[in-house]
Each structure stands twice: as C-alpha cells, then as structure tokens.
C-alpha cells in the first residue's frame, strides 16, 4: 500500500480515488471547497458531479494542500486545466526532489500554448512528471466498468510506475514516451467534441458526427506531426480513442455545451449550463494559435472558434465547412 494525494475533487479526481483505493492505496483527496469536503467526507458520495459512485473508506478529504502532497508516493494533479498553473505553484514549496506527479487534466494554455505536464515542469521542476490519459469518461471508471488508458512519461521507468499504480482487472494502463502526442490528442479532441455537440444540436445525424471525428483527427494529426509528436500516438487511446468516446457520448460536457450552442444557446449559458469546466473552450483559442503558429489547416478548430468568440451561428459554420474548395482526401497519396 502506497500512500497516494489527489489534487482536485471533481469528477475525474473522485474516480480516480476509487480506482486508486481498489489497487489498496491509501488516498488523500484535495479540494479548494470547504463545503465540498465536509459533505464528501461525510456522505462519501460526490452527489452534484459523480452521484451513485460509492467513495471506498480508504480515501479522505482536505482543504490543506500540503496534506495532500507532502511525501506522498504518487500525486495525481486533477484540477481543470485552466488552473493548473496557479495550483502546481502552491503545492511546489511541498514537493521533493523526485516526486512523481501525474497529470489527468486535458488542456493547453491559452497564453503561453504549453501543454498541461510542461506547465507542471516550469512550475515543480524538482518533480518527476508524467501524464495519464485516454477514453476514460469519469462516470464510468468511478463506476469500475473496464476501461484503458495510456501512461506517457520521459522514461520508460517512469511510465512503468504509473502503469502500476493504476492498472487492475477494469483499468488497463498501456505506456507510451509520446509525451506531447498524447496531450495534444487529449486537448484538441475536446475542441472537434464541441463541433460534434453542435452538429448533434442542430439535428444532423450520424454521417456529419462521423465526418467531424474522422476529419477531426486529421487536424489533429498535421498539427501533431508539425510539432513533433507521433501519428501512432495521434491513432491511439489519447487520440482517436478518446475523440470517439468524447463526440459520442453522454458523459461528454464538450458534447454537451456543443449541443447546447448548435441548439441556439451562447457560449456562456451553454457553459452555466453544463456546471462543470468545459475544457474545450479553453483550449479553442489555443489550438487556433498553434494551427497559425505552425501553419496547419485546421479548417474544424477555426470554424468552432468562430462560433465561441465571434457569434458566427452554428449551421452557417458547418455550411462553410461542406463549402470549402475541392480536395484530396490525403494529399500524400500520389496518383
């Protein structure tokens, strides 16, 4: 048994505590909300964003950040992606040299176009750091229904003791040292998610859902080979994988808040709508910046930037992308 601290207490924190409880560890769960503490400590359900998933005994509640940390074997850094910088900076005065911290959130900051584990590094840079990600919508691993996810860290070491933390019989770990792939995969597929909600708010079917993912990774891909990363990874669980399970499902806030806004909604009432961060909001106008940056055509990520931030409606958006000029599937293939 290891000692284990959870930084975040939403949704994905609370079932990862479930699964890190199960593998026989002892976990320790912060939350900024000292409400939400007392009533998770107390009912040992998170009743608002994971009702009906059971909170082992194992597992605890705190407000204080360093009791989280401190010494701890493992520390899971759950929090929105949003606030990830402003929370490794107040948990690294508690950190050692070497501690093992694994990033779950998804996202890319919008100001500095960094992903979530450099952002970790520049804050904590005495950490060992690596990230955890894939399909792995939180009602369902809090529930233990089998799921698989890949570990990606600098060494193989590394990657392998995150692998053993968490892998059981309904969790699967895979490794991988594609660190910037498996991110930019877990970020960007929320920015496609909301094009699908919308499209799925505007009644459209199946074809149009299928077209988004499939084209979606396409974007994904060339700005994911632009920077580095590798196409296996873009076609694996944190990439392909997990755009599916997030355009798809019911879990999804990205497909959710997307529905809303094709349905006539702004982007801030979808967002008070949807009560949970929508990561994918935050992470548009960075994908945009990083398509420019690089010059990819991302023709999906501008349409939903235009639909977030300059009121274009969603139909006239999908319309434009039905409309572009004529095309090769793969302009790679020679005739």
Known sequence: MAQVGIVGAGSWGTALSVVLAHNGHDVTVWSIIEDEVTMLNAQREHKDKLPGVRIPDPVSFTTDIEKTVNEKALVVLAVPSPYIRSTARSMAGFIRDGQLIVVVSKGIEEHTLMIQTDIVEQEIPQAQVAVLSGPSHAEEVGRELPTTVVAGAKTKVIAERVQAFFMNEVFRVYTSPDMLGIELGSSLKNVIALAAGMADGLGFGDNT??????????????????????????NGLSGIGDLIVTCASRHSRNRKAGMLIGQGY???????????????????????????????????????????FEGQPAKEAVLELMLRERKPENEDLDW
Not at 209 to 234: D, H
Not at 269 to 294: F, N, R
């Open 266 to 308: 702004t982007m801030e009432e979808a967002m008070d709508e949807v009560k949970m961060v929508v990561e994918g909001v935050y992470s548009a106008k960075a994908a945009l910046a990083l398509a420019e940056k690089y010059e990819i055509d991302m023709p999906i990520v501008e349409q939903v930037n235009r639909v977030l």
């Open 209 to 234: 859902k299928a077209a988004l993912i499939t084209r979606g990774i396409a974007e994904i891909g060339r700005l994911a080979s632009a920077m580095g990363a590798n196409m296996e990874t873009v």
